[in-house]
Each structure stands twice: as structure tokens, then as C-alpha cells.
């Protein structure tokens, strides 16, 4: 069992930075791949990006803007988001995963955090 709990979302004008933190509880960190989704208005819940050890994937949209991170020994994933943009507003959720390879798709995580609020202004 995995629990997560997302900080760091906010309100942040065109261009600018935030970086989303989620902390892990449970055992076995390290060995979960970890994903950030996010879910706007009216919208399906989509891929961000997410990670295991060395391998990173990300989606069309946030790569070269968005980098995830962790750190195994404070059990937490960082989700670093630059040059923000309006269309980039949603909820945005973190997920653990133990399916190889690292999953895309929300069907494939079984643990998830609450979400955060993130809202760019033009």
C-alpha cells in the first residue's frame, strides 16, 4: 500500500516556474515507477510524465518544460515545470505504478495522490 500527498501547486503568471513535490509512504519506494498526470476542466485525466531509476518518459506537450525527479531516500518525486503556459492549468495528480516498463496510461497505476492545483495566467 502507497499513499501520496501532493504539494506545491499555485497560481503562477505565463512563463513562469513552479515545481510539484509528492511524498511517498509505504514500502519499497524505489522500486515504483512514478507518474504525474493532470486533469483540466471537462477534460480526461492525461500523461505528464513519470520515471523508474534512469528511464524517463514524457508527453508531447511538456517535454523540454517539465522535468521529473525523486529522491529514494526522502520517499518523494518532484515534477520541475518551466515556461508554463495557460494551457498547462489543471489538477495535477501523482501516481505509483509497479508495471514494467514505465506506463503511460492512468489504468495502469494503482496508488494516487489527492491532486494539486496549478493555474497559469495569461
Known amino acids: 500500500q502507497v499513499q501520496l500527498v501532493e504539494s506545491g501547486g499555485g497560481l503562477v503568471q505565463a512563463w513562469g516556474s513552479l515545481r510539484l513535490s509528492c511524498a511517498a509512504s509505504?514500502?519499497?519506494?524505489?522500486?515504483?515507477?512514478m507518474g504525474w498526470f493532470r486533469q483540466a476542466p471537462d477534460k480526461e485525466r492525461e500523461f505528464v510524465a513519470a520515471?523508474?531509476?534512469?528511464?524517463?518518459n514524457y508527453a508531447d506537450s511538456v517535454k523540454g518544460r517539465f522535468t521529473i525527479s525523486r529522491d529514494n531516500a526522502k520517499n518523494t518525486v518532484y515534477l520541475q515545470m518551466n515556461s508554463l503556459k495557460p494551457e498547462d492549468t489543471a489538477v495535477y495528480y501523482c501516481?505509483?505504478?509497479?508495471?514494467?516498463?514505465?506506463?503511460?496510461?492512468?489504468?495502469?497505476?494503482?496508488?494516487w495522490g489527492q491532486g494539486t492545483q496549478v493555474t497559469v495566467s495569461s
Open positions: 501516481a505509483a505504478s509497479s508495471a514494467y516498463p514505465v506506463p503511460v496510461t492512468t489504468g495502469r497505476y494503482a496508488y
Open positions: 509505504g514500502r519499497a519506494f524505489s522500486t515504483y515507477a
Open positions: 520515471m523508474r531509476r534512469s528511464d524517463n
